[in-house]
């Protein structure tokens, strides 16, 4: 199929809030049978009433499926964008979003502190085919203009609250300087979630998830998104995604489709168990810094709370003693799982200098060595705190 005309396609359809559009929203009950689950159509190809007579617009798999339909209308509903693209991973859809709008010679602006994986893209991949990066304190708004009137950028990247230091971005200040600069705004929604966050409503021009994240939830899927505003951009992402290919699968669709009806309680229990996690780490002497956009101190605490609706789960924390003492933290625990990832209902630890982000080592995204991650998970409160203070130093 060409450019996915005639496709079914993520566009958004309905309206409500936020917790209903997560169960309604591309959900509607199977007309055929109706069940009120969308059925997971594990399969390649669809009968054709004659040539080129398709039904419902459905032709092969990775140009359309109806459940990565229903997922992907289902995102453009949360995000409030005009259309979502479901792919294989977060790396797919950012790998597919740069192509779709950068040419060699364009250049990108990155955070200062990002996932590994999204440098390691810019850095390994894309600048071999003449996208340059650069990286920038993209909290820092004059920074920006700055390096925009320096030399003019294509895209500016941002991820916020960051992954692994969970620094925040003001992105209508971001916004605003991107149209005065042509530039498109592209925000990693990730650790936020769009429960928490939607960059769309302010003025961002496209959305990307790992949806492997708090999306799905319950770490049993791998994948990713894209979310547009702008109908043109999505048709051009759409004629990407079906030339190469990196689309979600049938099961990967529903899985995380499953995970997202229940998005709005679990964020609200992850905010809850984070907070008190980031307090109790605050007054622990083995601490030397703790790092929380819910906290008051935190430099971005006054822009989080006006763009987000909490805090999320995400909490990171230096350890006195330095790398050693961090990473005997994190072999310690025992209610936290040592891990990579995040997002899901099970409290995870990590070492994010020798694990996610050991590819941003020797780099200006480096992280600290006496930096832990915590995904803080659904657990009883009581136990969590219980367990990382048996695990810390006296
Ligand atoms: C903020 C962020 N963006 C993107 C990705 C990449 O997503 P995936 O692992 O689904 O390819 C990750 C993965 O950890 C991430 O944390």
Known sequence: ????????????????????????????????????????????????????????????????????????????????GDRALAFASGMAAEDCLLRAVCAPGDQVLIPHDAYGGTYRLFDK???????????????????????????????????????????VVDIAAVAQACREAGALLVVDNTFASPYLQNPLALGAGAVVHSTTKYLGGHSDVVGGAVVVADPELGERLAFLQNATGAV??????????????????????????????????????????VLYPGLPGHPGHEVAAKQMRGFGGMVAFRVRGGEEAAV???????????????????????????????????????????????????????????????????
């Not at 566009?11 to 049978?33: C, N, S």
């Open 1 to 80: 199929m060409s450019a996915g005309a005639g496709r079914p396609a993520g566009h958004r359809q309905e309206a409500g809030g936020f917790e209903t559009l997560a169960i309604h929203a591309g959900q509607e009950p199977d007309p055929l049978t109706g069940a009120v689950v969308p059925p997971i159509y594990q399969v390649s190809t669809y009968a054709q009433d004659g040539v080129g007579g398709l039904r419902e617009g459905y032709e092969y798999s990775r140009s359309a499926n109806p459940t990565r339909t229903a997922l992907e209308q289902c995102l453009a509903a949360l995000e409030g």
């Open 248 to 289: 979600a699968a049938p099961f990967d669709a529903w899985l995380t489709l499953r995970g997202i009806r229940t998005l709005a309680v679990r964020m609200e229990r992850h905010g809850l168990n984070a907070a008190r996690v980031a307090n109790m780490l605050s007054a622990h002497p083995a601490v030397t810094e």
């Open 328 to 394: 005997a933290v994190c072999g310690r625990t025992r209610v936290f799982t040592l891990g990579e990832s995040l997002g899901g209902v099970e409290s995870l630890i990590e070492h994010p200098a020798r694990m996610t982000h050991a590819s941003v080592a020797g780099s200006p995204l480096e992280v600290p060595g006496d930096l832990v991650r915590l995904s803080v998970g659904i657990e009883s409160g009581d136990d969590l705190l219980e367990d990382l203070r048996q695990a810390l130093p006296r």
């Open 125 to 167: 991949v894309l600048s071999g085919w003449q996208v340059s990066y650069r990286p920038v304190h993209l909290a820092d708004t004059s920074a920006v203009r700055q390096a925009l009137a320096g030399r003019p950028a294509r895209v500016v990247w941002v991820e916020t609250p960051t992954n692994p230091l969970l620094s």
